[in-house]
């Protein structure tokens, strides 16, 4: 079965220094891909996603992911986190012939300190 | 970007009452919609795939006499919750699909606090 996996339920960083938030998944061909951000009581934001173009995508906010193909993964970065990062980032895939249907990981939760 | 609305943000009901929850396209064109239930500190599940005209297509062990949703347009869909109860207290979160996207990519509206007391 095709899954996402996202290798850590919490990360903490503190300010100004850089974030990495890790995402695989599970597939004998190229998905596309999301991330996703979501603050408290609030719906998903699309920060960046992957469509078979370039490997590294940037986002919205200074957020970026590169696709590795060999090693399916799809890792979130930010070369300096602000307080206003810290919230829940979820890795989502979706391939085609799912009948449109979103694949989520479990999430992640940012923590910025200062 | 295209935008989603979802009203009401929040509601609070008695037990036994049905809460009706509206998805809207604001710019855009939506003939899948589809909604998703989050339990607080978890991920979203989706709980049924809205195509307009049609039924909706429910995922394994959502009851859908329970939660009725209609697409009755291009750019609306609701969700009603019937007779709830307080189990069914959740953030409910709808998302929609551009008819011209290719890629699977969804907007997802703000979420509905659902409390049912």
């Known amino acids: 079965a095709q899954s996402v996996t996202q290798l850590d339920s919490h990360v903490s960083v503190s300010e100004g220094t850089p974030v990495l938030l890790r995402c695989n998944y599970s597939s004998s061909y190229s998905p596309s891909l999301f991330w996703y951000v979501q603050h408290p009581n609030k719906g998903l934001q699309l920060l960046l996603k992957?469509?078979?173009?370039?490997?590294l995508v940037k986002g919205i906010n200074g957020f970026e992911a590169e696709f590795k193909k060999s090693e399916t993964s799809f890792h979130l970065t930010k070369p300096s986190a602000h307080m206003s990062d810290a919230a829940e980032y979820f890795c989502v895939v979706f391939w085609a012939g799912t009948a449109s249907k979103l694949t989520f990981g479990t999430g992640t939760r940012l923590q910025v300190t200062l | 970007g295209a935008v989603v609305s979802q009203h009401p943000s929040r509601v609070i009901c008695k037990s036994g009452t049905s809460v009706k929850i509206e998805c809207r396209s604001l710019d855009f064109q939506a003939t899948t919609m589809f909604w998703y239930r989050q339990f607080p500190k978890k991920s979203l599940m989706l709980m049924a795939t809205?195509?307009?005209?049609?039924?909706?297509?429910?995922e394994q062990g959502v009851e859908k006499d329970k939660f009725l949703i209609n697409h009755a347009s291009l750019t609306l869909s609701t969700l009603t919750v019937t007779s709830a109860h307080p189990e069914d207290s959740s953030f409910y979160i709808c998302?929609?699909?551009?008819?011209?996207?290719?890629?699977?990519?969804?907007?997802f509206g703000p979420g509905t606090r659902l409390t049912v007391l």
């Open positions: 809205s195509n307009e005209g049609s039924k909706a297509t429910y």
């Open positions: 998302s929609a699909r551009d008819s011209g996207q290719g890629f699977g990519e969804q907007f």
């Open positions: 992957y469509t078979s173009a370039a490997t």
